[in-house]
């Protein structure tokens, strides 16, 4: 492991993702304690998204914006929100010159799929339809998320292709949790890495599935095609139990055509970026922020 990282292991939170409510304590406080980078040069603002229930999202405008991305929350669709993600959305939107939306999706166990992904897909929606309030081209909208919110933003774009929903131009996976059986290398070996582990990633998924059988709207690994994707950037943690799923899914769109860059993190466990005192976290949340203006720009 990466020296810089270990040292902060103790300081994250020890909360299962059985007791949601000991967890979302726990990445609130997190949240709390992770500097803000200067917002002068943002506008953010609130907003309630029209929904079946209303969706709220946080908007991060940078000056100039000629893009946009929706934003999918980490926390094992358990924990976080706008407010928790605010570090991170902020990071983005300041790296990557891009309008953020920041999406506050329903939790589980209380709302179970399709909640969340409904939620998200939604966003994407009104994203698009209210480009020229956001000051943006709506054919340059990207979808993303971290960890499960990286699930998230994958299964839009799988819908959005099967349903000839929205063109969305682009798709920033950080970590994402992709596949609930749980078979890779890293997911059955993986039993006592920081912050997230095998027990922690398969309660997660009980979680969300809920009695529901998974789907590849649920779990995108199990998309059997993913040909007319759009261009993805996965990143990975090598500690990390999604580590394997991601690579995979990775090497999958390559074969059916879809244009990918992988970064594989040497020394990293899953979440570790939020340690920005680090040299290593600080190169992850600056590539997130340079990726995506590249994919917007073009």
Known sequence: ????????????PKAELTDPAAAREGLAALAAAIPTPDTKDLEIEDVTVPGDPDVPVRVYRPH????????????????GDVRTEHPWATRIAAGSGAVVVSVGYRLSPENPFPAAFDDAYAVLNWTVENAADLGVDPERIAVGGHSAGGGLAAAVALRARDEEGPAIRFQLLNQPQLDDRQE????????????INRAKAAASWRSYLGSRAATPYAAPARAADLAGLPPAYIATAELCPNRDEDIDYALRLLRAGVSVELHQWPGTFHGSQAIVSADVSQRQNAELGAVLRRALAG
């Not at 810089?4 to 103790?10: K, N």
Request: proline letters at 8%; zero cysteines; a negative charge.
């Open 184 to 195: 890779t290398w890293s997911q059955r070996n993986f039993t006592d890495t920081p912050w």
């Open 1 to 12: 492991m990466d020296p810089e990282l270990e040292a902060f292991i103790p300081l994250f």
């Open 64 to 79: 100039g914006a000629r893009g946009a991305l929706v934003w999918l929350h980490g926390g094992g669709f358990v924990m």
